[in-house]
């Protein structure tokens, strides 16, 4: 026999009488106390340090759990193991078992996110694609639980072992709460801390399920393609506008440009024609009174009057079963195209005997991307 054969022999038959666990790690969350072979003898000592839970384990069997303290291992202190191993009138004799040592701090600034776009149908932009990351922070509620559905036959479990488990799990549960709030797109970045709270709720039960308690749960940025966040704002800056007078700014401003644009002749006819336009829109002068008597139309240099400017056409529209209007066609198709209103909206001019979708009346169906053409002769 080799000096080292009678060492291992001699350690072997050396009896355990401390059992404890120093963390000099800061990503340890279960270790296994190596004894070597050896035995753990009867009276020996149990230390358990505050933010650990220790875990007896009987050949595959969940045991005895300590929480901190210092113990003596008598049958007193054990009765479950002492029910696995047969002890009926107690022991003095060493006996071996597994001892886990659970980890139960709180393991704070946890990251998570998308790995890939969660699609979302949204009423007025379609389908869209956002992206989100955050933090969560969890610990170990159920040490016996984890050991056994986690943890296994582990010697020394880690914080990363557990981590792709737990944001898969978060990332899941994540599409399926963003999917049923149904919420406007933008207001999915504008209310991220009520659906953090939202989210922690829904998850709960599933970090539980395995003996986890999720502590925290933050959600720092949800995201979006850059051209639907322009799109978005845009819509958002229309919303707050009153489209009538909107319009009206913009025909001033055009006014103004045609007017300082070195064109002449060409340039001041544009203007002319669309301040016409302008006073049509802005108070109906078709038939001005100044101190309560007519105003003269000019006349041309033949002496003949010249025809009225014809009347621009109002529409009313009507939006969640309320009438909307009156527009003038342009003004029409800018909230066709800002998605106020679609092709199924109800519309009336004067003329109309009824209030008729939009794709079906002739002039507005230029607003769906082209006019229908008419039958081919027979």
Known sequence: MGIFDTIKEKLSNEFIDIVEWLDYTDDTIAHRFERYQNEIKNGAKLIVREGQTAVFVNEGQLADVFEPGTYDLTTQNLPILSTLKGWKYGFNSPFKA??????TTLFTDEKWGTKNPIT?????????????????AFKVS????????????????????????????????????????????????????????????????????????????????????????????????????????????????????????????????MGMGMGFVLAQQMGGMMTPQMGGQQVQAPMNQGGMMPPPMPAAVQYFYAVNNTQQGPVSIEQLKGLFANRTINKETLVWKQGMSAWTALQEVEELKSFLGGSTPPPLPA
């Open 142 to 269: 159920d040490a016996g639980k984890f050991i056994v559905d986690i943890v296994g036959t582990d010697n020394n479990f880690t914080n990363f072992e557990i981590n792709e488990h737990l944001k898969s799990l978060i990332a899941t549960r994540f599409t399926d709460t963003v999917g049923e709030a149904n919420l406007p797109i933008e207001l999915y970045a504008a209310n991220t801390s009520e659906l953090s709270e939202t989210c922690q709720e829904v998850m709960q039960p599933e970090f539980e399920s395995v003996g986890i308690s999720l502590e925290r749960f933050y959600i720092e940025n949800v995201s979006m393609p850059e051209d639907l966040k322009k799109e978005i704002f845009e819509y958002s800056r229309i919303d707050k506008l009153d489209l009538d007078k909107l319009t009206k700014f913009k025909t001033a401003k055009a006014i103004e440009a045609a007017a300082a644009n070195e064109g002449g002749t060409a340039g001041a006819g």
């Open 120 to 136: 979302l149908s949204d009423e007025r932009f379609g389908l869209v694609e956002i992206r989100a990351f955050g933090t969560y």
């Open 98 to 103: 597994e001892v886990y040592f659970v980890n």
